[in-house]
């Protein structure tokens, strides 16, 4: 059984990166990966500044991540870097809080000017958790990101197809590395078993 | 007239950082600077967290960076870092929030191996903020930093030269700022003006 | 059919980084995959650096690339970062040159001070060329290498563990990767093709 | 008296990091900074690759930096960073080898993509040599940059005022530097000395 959490830094409460997450969990449950969401700004604000590790949000959300095989953090891109918000997260996690996971690091931003902030930022501060495999990570313009009416989000034209072979990529190593780990029983690699 | 706000990102209550801060304060203080904290932590937690732009306190702590001539950020190095406490500080900052500033960037930290944190994490992102001068930056391990009776801090005497001679370029870097801004009348190099 | 190719980028003819990769390639030979070394510092210094990508030399080299199932850069860390001669190799790497590989980050450097230069500094730049995975990197400090009469090395016993474990967790990556590559029919996962 | 060495780093012929280093020049002429360009390309191969710090021409690249007070490093930004030949050329140079001296760093490449490798891959090096200060830098796309039949170029209306600005405060930052450091005689200061 493999399980992949999603964890979503944005401040704010009618964010881009969080309705993104919801996108993401569709397309993983169409490609046969459970998924949940984490919205950080859900979490008690006080608990998490103060980097309380045993209120009971925090110790929830930290067993959430702990009980997780894989792992996608999803952020914002401010000043050249990933949220704050994210990083008090980050903070609290154990020292090796990503051993033996599938990382997936996602960032959306307003400017190409940004994307290299997922691997010189985002990525070495998720390097010294201690991961098995952080893959390819992905930066989403804003602009490629409709709002339907609803509230959920589509990809435009130009940019759904990226999308969608980076989670594949995203989905074939979270196999790959189930298949060294008893019971690996996914999809199409079961009668590999 | 000139000031210096040294702003600390520990979360922690009995945090070594914001001890160093009011050494820091003193040393600065000595050379004819003056200076004054802003302790992040006593921000309202939801306020910082949610990015609320116009809360009171959060305004009024936005205001104290665009009144000072030079800034001090002081963090704890955590998972290869600054700490998500100041990270969500600088979040809110305005695009160009560190304008025309001298910037001085203090890190602490348990192993030697989070030195390069203060140059490839914390020094982008203060770039990011258009700074007039990003100085020298410092890394001080925890265990050079001495905890007295009272609550305050004093330097080990292998690391306490280095700590002062940084100072002083930051003192030195404050001053050439202001000579060409008028009116520029600081200590010893009143006589300019 | 998979083998590695040990790339090591030292300019210095008596090099520890050099001798580490022998050590490495020894390694990997007892856990059943073949490997191979390219020495930077024998190329035409002036294809490499005028980035002649047609000089027959440099054609053989990347070649060896092309070839290898998955790759280890060795490189010394100069001036908080990896050496130049490693990178100016990198650079005629085609944009995609680590597409379907795994890639191992080792660096060797005389002080701890210089550690996060592997994530920060060497990571971000092989990402670039869209590894399929880069494993959890090395930095091994000088004083662990021990040069031997013969000019091969041995690690201290207190590294060495270190360093057993990581080159098993790159072994493995290579054998997951292979798994959903046919054929795969490597070492102990033979069984379940 | 104070000079800038424009270092150029391109290993291509035809380079618009070179040509762009010609504009500069002219542009810091025109501010009354006398300023000097040193293209590694022109280094013998081998010497810099190897790292050959008493081959003739090294030495005397070497004389150069140590002279200047201030020094543009120009590269093109291949695979997320600096090129591997700039980097040769830093890592021969003294451990503190931009002690006291006024840095600007100065990157060309075709996507704005890139423009993050200035801050998080060229300044952390940089910082590394312990320069007195590492101004603001600038990335410039090469569509800004237009050849002219002569091979000179000129930056397009949309860059050249930022272009104009970004210089003129490196300028001021070269004259305060030098106001601190005697003899300072530099234009509208003159007074002080």
Do not use: C, N
Not at 6 to 27: E, W
Not at 42 to 54: G, K, N, S, V, Y
Not at 99 to 118: E, N, Q, S, Y
Request: charge should be neutral; aromatic fraction near 6%; charged fraction near 15%.
């Amino acid at each position: 059984m493999t399980s992949t959490l999603i964890v979503t830094g944005s401040p704010s409460s009618s964010s881009r990166t969080h309705r993104l997450a919801g996108l993401l969990r569709d397309k993983l449950t169409a490609l046969d990966v459970p998924s949940s969401i984490l919205d950080l700004r859900t979490l008690p604000a006080e608990d998490l500044l103060h980097a309380r590790f045993d209120a009971p949000r925090i110790v929830e959300a930290l067993g959430q991540v702990a009980a997780a095989s894989s792992v996608v953090f999803a952020t914002p891109v401010y000043k050249a870097a990933y949220s704050g918000l994210l990083k008090t997260f980050l903070d609290i996690l154990p020292q090796f809080g990503l051993r033996d996971k599938v990382v997936f690091p996602l960032a959306t931003g307003g400017t190409f000017a940004h994307v290299l902030a997922v691997d010189y930022a985002l990525r070495p501060v998720l390097s010294s958790l201690d991961p098995l495999h952080v893959v390819s990570g992905l930066f989403v313009l804003d602009k490629h990101i409709l709002v339907q009416d609803d509230g959920s989000v589509t990809l435009d034209s130009e940019f759904a197809p990226r999308f969608d072979l980076t989670i594949g990529s995203f989905a074939q190593a979270i196999r790959r590395a189930g298949l060294l780990h008893p019971p690996a029983s996914h999809g199409a690699l079961a009668a590999v078993g």
